[in-house]
Nanobody, 118 residues
Framework: QVRLVESGGGLVQAGGSQRLSCAASGRTVANYRMGWVRQAPGKEREFVAAISRNGVFRSHADSVLGRFTISRDSAKNTVYLEMNRLKPEDTAVYYC???????????WGQGTQVTVSS
């Protein structure tokens, strides 16, 4: 089991930046492929980004490509999502997730709200 706790959400103006953090406990994140998934009100969960166990391979959804960057610090057992040039449509609850086999995730955090005002 791995426990994931997100932080860093809040209210930001359009065009601004924000960094989300995901702290893991229970097991080291180095054992897992990590990702971020978001869910806007009334919509289904949407894949945002993922990073491989060794951090070499990353993928980002087309909707955030060039604006968001996922990274990991295995020494700190933490995964990050750097978000730049935020848009109102980025407003959602952002969930951190861990998994062993792509594209599935096995463990989820409780989520953190990101609200982008226009």
């Amino acid at each position: 089991q791995v426990r994931l706790v997100e932080s860093g959400g809040g209210l930001v103006q359009a065009g601004g930046s924000q960094r989300l953090s995901c702290a893991a406990s229970g097991r080291t994140v180095a054992n897992y492929r990590m990702g971020w998934v978001r869910q806007a009100p009334g919509k289904e969960r949407e894949f945002v980004a993922a990073i491989s166990r060794n951090g070499v391979f990353r993928s980002h959804a087309d909707s955030v490509l060039g604006r968001f960057t996922i990274s990991r610090d295995s020494a700190k057992n933490t995964v990050y999502l750097e978000m730049n040039r935020l848009k109102p449509e980025d407003t959602a609850v952002y969930y951190c997730a861990a998994g062993t086999t792509a594209p599935d995730f096995d463990f989820w955090g409780q989520g953190t709200q990101v609200t982008v005002s226009s």
